[in-house]
């Protein structure tokens, strides 16, 4: 409010004074029995001097008076006790405020304004959009006069009802069927090992880690929910490094089933029962593994002077060419040559002899041999000796046990 008895020079002239109202002001005689403002004389100059002793009281004159009705400030009202109250404009309907506006009511006046959510402005009330302002943390929706706020899937409104909080999936609900991790707004499932994630990233279906090498066991993969184990035939047994297989020798550990007229021959996986050997005629038997035919016996004359019995073993499948076996003359004669060769048992060109020397030849596997199988080679070394006009021979009686397994 402006108080125009101040800021007004002589707002009222002659023998009025000035009072000061809510948006104006009233001049009214000095002499107003009634009303008596703050502002009586606020121009004039009072006499600031000392007064005189009051005079002796005098009889009032009797004159008639006239009296003046209470005039109450702008905003204001008289009531049944002659008393100043304040108007409500607001409960009156008489404000001037515009019907997008609220009226409040103040005192000796009242103002206008507009409710949570609007703004006013050039007079009217204007729709405050709080989503433009970031009321929300992540989505928000502008309603007239307000707004609210939701939350991204994987989040929960908070009480204030403007900021979101994570949901800890794998606590509420645990969609996984194995391992849940909870992450920023989501979640994601683990399997565990041996087990992979499926295409609804929620069930696990057991790996099948037989199907990604045929190394992983040197003889038989065997699958299990979540893992997988190696296996080895019988006649082995599983290492420490839980893939490869180690033969059993059931002749050391006398786990056999050889009678004591037998020897005990051990393969890999297995064993063989070998029987005493039996010298055919004419030949005779000098040691455990040897045959003679005697040179006096006229049936020995085209037959080899000695057959020597050996064994051996090798696995299946074995990578050729090898050299398998090696023979060579005890002794050397003075001008003897000797000739090595495969007499019998070759039929399938698996074999060959190759000499390395003048007195030794080696026997040399060209063909991988799958088993088991049994073979049987008579290899031959025939001493030739020009200087007395003699031939003879010897033969080594080679049987080859081939394992059914490559190891």
Request: some cysteine; hydrophobic content about 25%.
């Amino acid at each position: 409010d402006i108080d125009e008895c101040r800021t007004i020079p002589e707002a009222c002239r002659g023998d009025m004074m000035c009072v000061n109202q809510n948006g104006g002001y009233l001049c009214i005689p000095r002499t107003n029995p009634v009303y008596r403002g703050p502002y009586s004389n606020p121009y004039s100059n009072p006499y600031s001097g000392p007064y005189p002793a009051a005079a002796p009281p005098l009889s009032a004159p009797n004159y008639p008076t006239i009296s003046r009705p209470l005039i109450c400030r702008f905003g204001y009202q008289m009531d049944e006790s002659n008393q100043c109250v304040d108007v409500d404009e607001c409960a009156t309907d008489s404000h001037q405020c515009n019907p997008t506006q609220i009226c409040i009511n103040t005192e000796g006046g009242y103002t206008c304004s507009c409710t949570d959510g609007y703004w006013l402005l050039e007079g009217q009330c204007l729709d405050i959009d709080e989503c433009r302002y970031g009321y929300c943390q992540q989505l928000c929706a502008n309603v007239p006069g307000s707004y609210s706020c939701t939350c991204n899937p994987g989040f929960t409104l908070n009480e204030d009802g403007r900021s979101c909080q994570d949901v800890n999936e794998c606590a509420t609900e645990n969609p996984c069927v194995q391992t849940c991790v909870n992450t920023y707004g989501s979640f994601i499932c683990r399997c565990d090992p041996g087990y992979e994630l499926e295409d609804d990233g929620v069930h696990c279906s057991d790996m099948d880690e037989c199907s990604f090498s045929e190394f992983l066991c040197q003889h038989e993969c065997v699958n299990q929910p979540g893992t997988y184990f190696c296996s080895c035939p019988p006649g082995y047994i599983l290492l420490d490094d839980n893939r490869s297989c180690q033969d059993i020798n059931e002749c050391e550990h006398r786990n056999h089933t050889c009678n004591l007229q037998q020897t005990c021959y051990n393969l890999q996986g297995g064993f063989k029962c070998i029987d005493p050997i039996r010298c055919e005629e004419p030949y005779l038997r000098i040691s455990d593994n040897r045959c003679m035919c005697p040179a006096e016996n006229p049936g020995c004359r085209d037959q080899p002077f000695t057959i020597l019995y050996r064994d051996m073993d090798v696995v299946s499948g074995r990578s050729v060419p090898a050299d398998i076996f090696q023979m060579q003359a005890t002794t050397r004669y003075p001008g003897a040559y000797y000739i090595f060769q495969i007499k019998s048992g070759n039929e399938g060109r698996e074999f060959y002899m190759r000499q390395t020397g003048p007195i030794s030849a080696t026997l040399v596997m060209t063909r991988p041999i799958k088993g088991p199988r049994d073979i049987q080679l008579d290899l031959e070394m025939i001493t030739v000796n020009t200087v007395i006009n003699f031939r003879g021979s010897s033969v080594i009686r080679l049987r080859i046990y081939v394992s059914q397994y490559p190891f």
